[in-house]
């Protein structure tokens, strides 16, 4: 078990950033980011970290300022955004687990369910413009300067399962049938098989956990010391990206890093 407790600061000076929140457009300020964030985790997977075939990772983390709206009673309603959003407040909420089912020394059945969820404090603020999630794609981390969190989803384009603002809810759900080719300490190799599913939504009033984007395909993994973990996959998105009416279809993933 782990428990890790942080407390942060950030400052940004906006430029020319034109982010839509709501009816307004955050273009110009320095905006403030005073947080606290508590995870607690479990890991009892084993005995390979890159190929792990028994046991389970569990995590649950909770981020959030201070309610400064509710503190300092001051009417937010005609302010100019720079001035709404000045110090940023929020709070989030995320969970994922992990579990490893081995059915052979070889093959082993990864199961993975995460979700997450970013509230706001005061309905006139509304949610706050960073710190959202943005879901689809190959999960690799890009320009999180605004604290945003990346999902991958294999089968479909890094990022367009939510909106160009992000969302503050999402869900992924998957399964990965994983074949070890060999692990020998300077190269393992393992091939995978897998079936995902997960969407991103801008609030509760559009929430529904069972309308999932949905996909599947194949890969390979190959961890060297020296390079670390790099991989190829081919995955098939039978489902449109929002606002389109044809399927998403084939995409080709390359990861560096254990995104999934």
Request: proline residues 4%; hydrophobic residues 35%; aromatic residues 16%.
């Amino acid at each position: 078990f782990q428990l890790s407790q942080t407390v942060a600061y950030q400052s940004f000076r906006l430029k020319d950033y034109g982010f839509r929140v709501g009816t307004d457009v955050l273009s110009e300020g320095t905006l403030n980011n005073l947080s606290y964030t508590a995870t607690i985790a479990r890991n009892s997977a084993g005995p390979s970290l890159i190929f792990p075939t028994y046991g389970s990772e569990f995590s649950l983390g909770v981020k959030a300022t201070l309610p400064y709206s509710l503190i300092n009673k001051r009417d937010y309603t005609d302010l100019e955004p720079a001035e709404k959003y000045k110090w940023l407040e929020y709070y989030k909420f995320t969970f994922r687990g992990k579990w490893y089912t081995a059915f052979t020394k070889k093959l082993v059945m990864m199961t993975n369910a995460e979700m997450g969820f970013l509230g706001h404090y005061s309905e006139i603020l509304g949610h706050s413009p960073f710190e959202r999630y943005f879901v689809g794609g190959d999960g690799i981390a890009t320009f999180q300067l605004d604290g945003r969190e990346t999902i991958g989803l294999r089968g479909y384009e890094n990022n367009r399962l939510s909106t160009i603002e992000g969302g503050t809810i999402y869900n992924k759900f998957q399964l990965e049938l994983r074949y070890s080719i060999t692990d020998s300490p300077s190269a393992s190799i393992y091939t995978l098989g897998f079936l995902e599913a997960g969407n991103s939504y801008n609030n509760f009033r559009n929430y529904n956990p069972f309308q999932l984007k949905r996909s599947a395909g194949l890969g390979v993994r190959i961890f060297m010391p020296a390079f670390g973990l790099l991989g190829i996959d081919f995955a098939h998105g039978f489902d449109p990206l929002p606002g389109q009416s044809v399927k998403s279809g084939w995409q080709t993933h390359f990861i560096i890093g254990r995104q999934f």
